[in-house]
């Protein structure tokens, strides 16, 4: 199976401050990674697709890149409405496998 | 507008059995494959078992194979999971999601709770 090495897993930042989450992949999956972010209480949402694709609605400071194996995932200016828990998942082969996850809290 | 709802969770006793529903609504069932994900108490996400948009391949994780059984009612734009032999570590939120590569949807979760 693929393992997803995700750090941090927990994060506190002020509001307007840049994050990143990374996720290392055991293996190469190419382009074939996805974000969700999981708002406390809730069900996870897709955040982006194909390493660096915005899902439908997603706000704009929320970018995906990928160097290799390590694929990140960055938000310009945290908002009070983003925290919650990040989770990568691969999408190369079955089984899918989510990273560890990280939790984002306020500072 | 994608609705996805599941229903069926609950107590059950170890060695028991459950079967999980998923309701779809606002999109064409029948055009894609759906899974199911679940989520142990403060624990990451796991995925379960996938169904092609027909019915006809299936897909599980290693711990489920031989006790989960996936399936689907086109008709009915509904998914199920047959869960068999529970063990108290099958304790947690399934959720029933749209699986095109990606989970692009989720519906909310039922939760199972697998203890004596």
């Known amino acids: 199976d693929i393992q997803m090495t995700q750090s941090p897993a927990s994060l506190s930042a002020s509001l307007e401050e840049i994050v990143t989450i990374t996720c290392q992949a055991s293996q190469d999956i190419g382009n074939w990674l996805a974000w969700y972010q999981q708002k406390p209480g809730k069900s996870p949402q897709l955040l ?22 390590q694929y990140s995932l960055k938000i310009s200016r945290l908002q009070v409405e983003d925290i919650g828990s990040y989770y990568c998942q691969q999408a190369h082969s079955n089984p899918n496998t989510f990273g560890a996850g990280t939790k984002l809290e306020l500072k | 507008e994608v609705q996805l ?15 999980l529903s998923c309701a779809a609504s606002g999109f064409t069932f029948n055009n894609y494959d759906m899974a199911w994900v679940c989520q142990a108490p403060k624990k990451g996400l796991e995925w379960v078992a996938t169904i092609s948009y027909d019915g006809s391949s299936t897909y599980y994780r290693d711990s489920v194979k031989g006790r989960f059984t996936i399936s689907r009612d086109n008709a009915k734009s509904t998914l199920y999971l047959q869960m068999d032999s529970l063990r108290s570590e099958d304790t947690a939120t399934y959720y029933c999601a749209r699986h095109d590569w990606y989970f692009d949807f989720w519906g909310p979760g039922t939760m199972v709770t697998v203890s004596s």
């Open chain 1, 48 to 69: 982006i697709y194909d390493a660096t694709s915005l899902a439908d609605g997603v706000p704009s400071r929320f970018s995906g890149s990928r160097s290799g194996t």
């Open chain 2, 5 to 19: 709802v599941e229903s069926g969770g609950g107590l059950v006793q170890p060695g028991r059995s459950m079967k």
